[in-house]
């Protein structure tokens, strides 16, 4: 074996395993996820029948219920988005030589550490109509109009959510602005303020440009996890009151697991693949630097 076909072997065994384990656990099932969705398979039965494009039929013209999903999963992405320049600030700050930065910088990611599931549970005792520390507070303090049933009022429960999404996620995002500062060269501020330039000006001509490809990864997390949001209120409110709570992603998992129709929950799967994929390109399209054309 000469020394060109033994690199060859080299390469195409150090390849083999991970190309394997991606075949059989994302190409394969996303084969078998679109040909599902063709199909009334109910999750258990030997076979199933095709039947076309009924599950897309039904799922955009006959299922209003999904489509209040996601409007809920728009409310989790709009308040996330909105919160992306507090984040940033947040980011810079600890990037300064503050006393206790150090401490913060660890702080900010204990959230996105802590198991989701337990997350919920806090929150759901925080928001304890009964006793719950919050509206114990807003007793204590003298907002005893502020007082609300967070989790059963349909008009707040999403933003009540939606909290508890950002004290998880808001951290990775400070980490990952973090990062993205750090690798900005200070040359560029100095060189800026001997220009003259403003803490302000130093910021929208040096960190924006500097950190927007970061930005453009929060975005992308934002979309996806957005549509993909599910656990924090399949566990705090498992879509109630009613539906109101309901994401797209809780109501598919109830479409196949709860329903046993697990050829339109496919057919939901899909299209919200769809969805990440036409709005992350979007997105990327906005947040696009056109100077480099």
């Known amino acids: 074996m000469n020394y060109r076909m033994q690199q060859k072997v080299i390469i195409v065994s150090f390849l083999f395993v991970p190309v394997a384990l991606l075949l059989l656990f994302l190409i394969y099932p996303t084969l078998q996820l679109f040909r599902y969705s063709f199909t009334s398979w109910d999750g258990y039965s030997p076979s199933f029948k095709y039947i076309g494009l009924n599950n897309y039929k039904q799922m955009l013209f006959d299922f209003p219920e999904a489509w ?16 992306i320049p507090l984040e940033i600030v947040m980011a810079v700050l600890l990037t300064r030589a503050l006393r206790g930065s150090a401490f913060f910088r660890f702080s900010v990611l204990m959230p ?19 006793n719950g520390p919050l509206n114990e507070l807003l007793k204590a303090i003298g907002l005893e109009s502020w007082i609300q049933s967070w989790l059963s009022d349909a008009k707040i429960v999403n933003y009540s959510l939606v909290v508890v999404s950002l004290w998880r996620y808001s951290g ?18 100095e060189a800026a303020e ?5 803490f302000w000006q130093q ?27 599910y656990d924090i209120p399949l566990v705090m409110t498992n879509g109630g009151p009613g539906s109101a709570s309901s994401t797209f992603g809780l109501f598919s998992l109830q479409t196949a697991f709860t329903y046993n129709n697990y050829g339109l929950a496919s057919a939901m799967a899909v299209i919200l693949l769809l969805m990440i994929i036409i709005f992350s390109s979007l997105q ?5 630097d056109r100077s480099e054309a």
């Open 203 to 229: 910021q929208r001509y040096v960190t924006l440009p500097g950190i927007r490809r970061v930005i453009e990864i929060i975005l992308f997390m934002n979309v996806s996890g957005a549509l993909l949001q």
């Open 172 to 189: 990775v995002h400070i980490v990952l602005f973090l990062a993205g500062l750090q690798s900005i060269p200070k040359d560029l501020y």
């Open 68 to 83: 209040h999903a996601i409007r809920n999963n728009v409310i989790y992405f709009v308040l996330h988005a909105i919160a």
């Open 284 to 288: 990327a399209w906005i947040v696009k």
């Open 112 to 130: 996105y550490i802590i198991n989701g599931i337990a997350v919920a549970y806090m929150f759901s005792y925080i928001y304890n109509p009964i």
């Open 194 to 198: 001997i220009d003259g330039a403003n």
